[in-house]
């Protein structure tokens, strides 16, 4: 509904704006629009010069504000008033003009009343937003069970909220549960830890706020945040939840060794993958899986596929740690025993780099910084590896009961048979080529994988590269091109299971952040808090389906006839379908 517009004009003559300008025009100009007060202050971001704006609200009934200042970015803290009740229009005198612009020049100050005419026709027409507010589910959905997952449920109901979890396996716990030990998480990181997986799990179990599916699946999740509607398939029924949001926490997979054949993986018995090696050392004793002699000496393979444009072009970030860990499981399963780390270049971050002291300081680890030039197995089941050390500039051979690869880490977004250095871009999918009147053209289908998504776009979502989810890692991690649906964990970034479970718990704050400000008609990324909606004038709607091709977030499906269908939860803001 359109409000009675009452215009209040302010001009700060502060930051250089009074010596530059001649701030009598500029009120003449602002005067032109009648006005209901159209006053100037020496510090308007002061205290004194807002209560003077506070004053004008409150006594001469000011609900249209125009400030001509500083910049928008700056002191928006303080020319805060209600955006639900009054129209603000900040005017950026200061950076646009009088800062970057010869004083006390005519078209300095022509440029000034400009920007002030601007503003106040912008201020005219523009009204309050009124938001669009519901009563919304705030449950969250955690699809995974492993050590993100459940963290990220936990923290769900710590906070108050109820959580739902589904896990595709007959138990919880994921990798960790299969971990024979786990990195150190206390000072000062020397000693390897039990799992406290099974303890988690218990928890999770008891807690009331939270409803477990294992050995279950996602058929379909539609809607929107608050009202997801989500059909999940357990023991052969079907059963639709809603939820509020989403949190992705499908976690990894190794990548495949048998592409590894140079390295002896499928040739020899004694090669094994950093896995398989976890399996070994939790059954006791470590022992050749050849023969079950005891093991004496090991050799770790780093970036075994990793780093390689053939294989994984990117590095796993926690093989390092893991070898380290697993030459510590070496040492003491037999303290006569000795291991041996072949490494392009150790990566062990932040207080990890004790744990690498630790192991430097153990004289029954070797590290050497080298290539692989090649295996041979000896008739009494050892290999023989050969090993170009680049520190020493000498080649030399070591002969291994057991050699173990850095196997990396692939995300579970990635299906079986797919491989991450080879994926079609921004949806994970096949190519078709299709025959139409302007010849043969080429359509991505993308592949359902987890989520099964009823969006125009696609049953998933899009990956930034090798299968990770799309977001930016730094600014804003969890996010996804999905608004309520947060990814964390390995599936989202390779990552070690303690920085997993921190990236869970910061998924589901996002989660409940999400629901939080949609119930109240907010946005939540990256405009948070804007309760502007875009409105769409359907009567005049041609079917060209332009706004719902090119909305990147899925605000807008459409019915069989193209018609798009508005789902406004989904909406960030941006502004594509306004140019579309």
């Given at each position: 509904?359109?409000?009675?517009?009452?215009?209040?004009?302010?001009?700060?003559?502060?930051?250089?704006?009074?010596?530059?300008?001649?701030?009598?025009?500029?009120?003449?100009?602002?005067?032109?629009?009648?006005?209901?007060?159209?006053?100037?202050?020496?510090?308007?971001?002061?205290?004194?010069?807002?209560?003077?704006?506070?004053?004008?609200?409150?006594?001469?009934?000011?609900?249209?504000?125009?400030?001509?200042?500083?910049?928008?970015?700056?002191?928006?803290?303080?020319?805060?008033?209600?955006?639900?009740?009054?129209?603000?229009?900040?005017?950026?005198?200061?950076?646009?003009?009088?800062?970057?612009?010869?004083?006390?020049?005519?078209?300095?100050?022509?440029?000034?009343?400009?920007?002030?005419?601007?503003?106040?026709?912008?201020?005219?027409?523009?009204?309050?937003?009124?938001?669009?507010?519901?009563?919304?589910?705030?449950?969250?959905?955690?699809?995974?069970?492993?050590?993100?997952?459940?963290?990220?449920?936990?923290?769900?109901?710590?906070?108050?909220?109820?959580?739902?979890?589904?896990?595709?396996?007959?138990?919880?716990?994921?990798?960790?549960?299969?971990?024979?030990?786990?990195?150190?998480?206390?000072?000062?990181?020397?000693?390897?830890?039990?799992?406290?997986?099974?303890?988690?799990?218990r928890e999770l179990e008891s807690n009331p706020g939270?409803?477990?599916?294992?050995?279950?699946?996602?058929?379909?999740?539609?809607?929107?945040?608050?009202?997801?509607?989500?059909?999940?398939?357990?023991?052969?029924?079907?059963?639709t939840l809603r939820v509020g949001a989403v949190v992705?926490?499908?976690?990894?997979?190794?990548?495949?060794?048998?592409?590894?054949?140079?390295?002896?993986?499928?040739?020899?018995?004694?090669?094994?993958?950093?896995?398989?090696?976890?399996?070994?050392?939790?059954?006791?004793?470590?022992?050749?899986?050849?023969?079950?002699?005891?093991?004496?000496?090991?050799?770790?393979?780093?970036?075994?596929?990793?780093?390689?444009?053939?294989?994984?072009?990117?590095?796993?970030?926690v093989c390092c740690l893991t070898s380290l860990k697993?030459?510590?499981?070496?040492?003491?399963?037999?303290?006569?025993?000795?291991?041996?780390?072949?490494?392009?270049?150790?990566?062990?971050?932040?207080?990890?780099?004790?744990?690498?002291?630790?192991?430097?300081?153990?004289?029954?680890?070797?590290?050497?910084?080298?290539?692989?030039?090649?295996?041979?197995?000896?008739?009494?089941?050892?290999?023989?590896?050969?090993?170009?050390?680049?520190?020493?500039?000498?080649?030399?051979?070591?002969?291994?009961?057991?050699?173990?690869?850095?196997?990396?880490?692939?995300?579970?977004?990635?299906?079986?048979?797919?491989?991450?250095?080879?994926?079609?871009?921004?949806?994970?999918?096949?190519?078709?080529?299709?025959?139409?009147?302007?010849?043969?053209?080429?359509?991505?289908?993308?592949?359902?994988?987890?989520?099964?998504?009823?969006?125009?776009?696609?049953?998933?979502?899009?990956?930034?590269?090798?299968?990770?989810?799309?977001?930016?890692?730094?600014?804003?991690?969890?996010?996804?091109?999905?608004?309520?649906?947060?990814?964390?964990?390995?599936?989202?970034?390779?990552?070690?299971?303690?920085?997993?479970?921190?990236?869970?718990?910061?998924?589901?704050?996002?989660?409940?952040?999400?629901?939080?400000?949609?119930?109240?008609?907010?946005?939540?990324?990256?405009?948070?808090?804007?309760?502007?909606?875009?409105?769409?004038?359907?009567?005049?709607?041609?079917?060209?389906?332009?706004?719902?091709?090119?909305?990147?977030?899925?605000?807008?499906?459409?019915?069989?006839?193209?018609?798009?269908?508005?789902?406004?939860?989904?909406?960030?803001?941006?502004?594509?379908?306004?140019?579309?």
């Amino acid at each position: 509904m359109d409000m009675e517009k009452k215009l209040g004009v302010y001009i700060c003559t502060d930051c250089g704006i009074g010596d530059s300008l001649d701030i009598e025009k500029l009120q003449n100009t602002a005067n032109e629009y009648n006005p209901a007060v159209c006053r100037t202050h020496p510090f308007l971001c002061s205290q004194e010069g807002v209560q003077v704006i506070k004053d004008d609200i409150r006594n001469e009934g000011i609900n249209t504000i125009v400030v001509g200042a500083c910049s928008q970015r700056v002191n928006y803290d303080i020319f805060d008033f209600d955006p639900l009740k009054y129209v603000t229009e900040r005017v950026n005198l200061r950076e646009h003009v009088v800062w970057v612009h010869t004083p006390n020049d005519e078209s300095t100050q022509l440029m000034a009343e400009d920007y002030v005419r601007m503003g106040i026709t912008r201020a005219n027409k523009s009204e309050p937003p009124e938001p669009k507010t519901a009563d919304l589910e705030k449950t969250t959905l955690v699809v995974g069970g492993g050590i993100a997952g459940i963290t990220a449920a936990l923290e769900t109901v710590k906070a108050g909220y109820k959580a739902v979890i589904v896990e595709k396996e007959s138990e919880l716990g994921g990798w960790v549960r299969k971990m024979h030990k786990t990195l150190p998480s206390v000072p000062p990181y020397a000693e390897l830890e039990k799992p406290d997986i099974d303890a988690k799990i218990r928890e999770l179990e008891s807690n009331p706020g939270i409803r477990v599916f294992k050995g279950a699946s996602i058929e379909s999740i539609e809607g929107e945040p608050g009202m997801f509607d989500v059909t999940v398939n357990s023991n052969g029924s079907s059963e639709t939840l809603r939820v509020g949001a989403v949190v992705f926490t499908i976690g990894w997979k190794p990548y495949d060794a048998g592409k590894l054949e140079d390295l002896g993986y499928g040739k020899y018995r004694n090669v094994v993958t950093n896995v398989e090696m976890e399996e070994l050392a939790k059954n006791g004793k470590i022992k050749r899986p050849s023969d079950g002699k005891d093991v004496k000496s090991v050799v770790f393979v780093q970036c075994a596929g990793q780093r390689d444009e053939s294989h994984l072009p990117y590095c796993s970030s926690v093989c390092c740690l893991t070898s380290l860990k697993q030459a510590k499981y070496v040492r003491e399963s037999d303290p006569d025993a000795g291991a041996y780390i072949i490494y392009k270049d150790m990566r062990t971050p932040g207080l990890y780099e004790n744990f690498y002291k630790t192991a430097q300081d153990d004289e029954g680890i070797f590290l050497a910084k080298g290539e692989i030039m090649g295996m041979e197995e000896a008739g009494d089941g050892s290999i023989h590896v050969k090993v170009d050390n680049k520190l020493l500039g000498s080649v030399t051979t070591i002969k291994a009961d057991l050699v173990v690869l850095a196997t990396g880490m692939v995300t579970n977004m990635v299906p079986d048979g797919r491989e991450p250095n080879n994926l079609t871009e921004e949806f994970i999918g096949d190519i078709l080529k299709k025959e139409t009147q302007d010849g043969i053209t080429e359509e991505l289908k993308p592949v359902p994988i987890v989520l099964n998504l009823k969006y125009r776009q696609g049953p998933e979502m899009p990956h930034l590269k090798y299968g990770f989810p799309d977001s930016h890692f730094i600014c804003f991690p969890y996010e996804t091109r999905r608004t309520g649906i947060y990814a964390a964990g390995a599936a989202r970034l390779p990552m070690d299971a303690a920085s997993a479970a921190t990236d869970a718990a910061g998924a589901a704050l996002k989660a409940i952040q999400c629901v939080e400000l949609t119930s109240q008609g907010k946005s939540v990324h990256p405009r948070a808090g804007d309760q502007t909606f875009p409105e769409f004038r359907l009567e005049t709607c041609t079917q060209c389906r332009r706004c719902t091709v090119e909305c990147p977030f899925g605000t807008l499906d459409e019915d069989e006839k193209g018609t798009p269908r508005e789902h406004p939860y989904r909406c960030r803001r941006c502004g594509v379908c306004m140019g579309a």
